[in-house]
């Protein structure tokens, strides 16, 4: 029921359910969704989910675990006033990979893959993990298929057609044993 989408299945938790059915905003505990606070490796997001409950913006398979508060969240989250949806990207990438998704409203693709470099160990050359790339991006097609069916069903044209895309990247270098640097950038866009 949540569409193989990972914010859409919390909806399977307790006290945790959407006013409209299969499509629309989470109301956690009976909150107001506009209060929910929803966050990303920390950094808030605005607008999680694509026309308002749809499928969340964010890649399935760059997620690598969901936290609901639904109360007694952490301090971090001190300023929120329903509940908190911490998203947490993964951040582990040893080898280069990726995969490609496509459903029935859109087609999401995910690669990955690590920065190395050769370093010199007992007079041997060997490969030392030194971070990672990862980018993903998804496109939603609805604007292809419904005009199709609703001419074919309906003999009638249709005015507007929900289209939508979003896309991930996160980078991050180990500049020693100690520190890292990572970058995180992410964008949505819906229109009619």
């Known amino acids: 029921a949540s ?6 299945a919390l909806t399977a938790l ?5 006013p409209g059915g299969i499509f629309g905003p989470l109301v956690i505990r009976g909150a107001d969704p506009a209060v929910n606070g929803y966050y990303i490796d920390d950094i808030p997001l605005y607008n999680p989910m694509h026309f308002g409950g749809f499928h969340s913006v964010i890649n399935n398979d760059m997620i690598r675990e969901i ?13 929120a006033q329903g509940a908190v949806i911490n998203i947490n990207t993964i951040d582990e990438v040893n080898e280069f990979g990726g995969d490609v998704d496509v459903g ?8 990955k893959t690590p920065i190395t470099e050769d ?4 007079g041997k050359e060997k490969k030392k993990n030194k971070g ?3 980018a993903s991006a998804r496109v939603g097609y609805l604007s292809l298929f419904v005009p199709l069916f609703y001419e074919y069903i309906l003999d009638k044209k249709i005015d507007q057609i929900p289209d939508y895309w979003d896309y991930q990247f996160k980078a991050k270098y180990f500049v020693n044993d100690s ?4 970058v995180l950038a992410f964008g949505s866009k819906d229109e009619m």
């Open 132 to 134: 990672y790339m990862i």
């Open 104 to 111: 029935l409203t859109s087609a999401c693709a995910l690669v």
């Open 14 to 18: 307790p006290s945790v359910s959407r």
């Open 179 to 182: 520190n890292s640097f990572t």
């Open 119 to 122: 370093v010199f160990i007992d």
């Open 67 to 79: 936290d609901l508060y639904s109360s007694s969240y952490p301090s971090q989250f001190s300023n």
């Open 3 to 8: 569409f193989g989408d990972s914010i859409n």
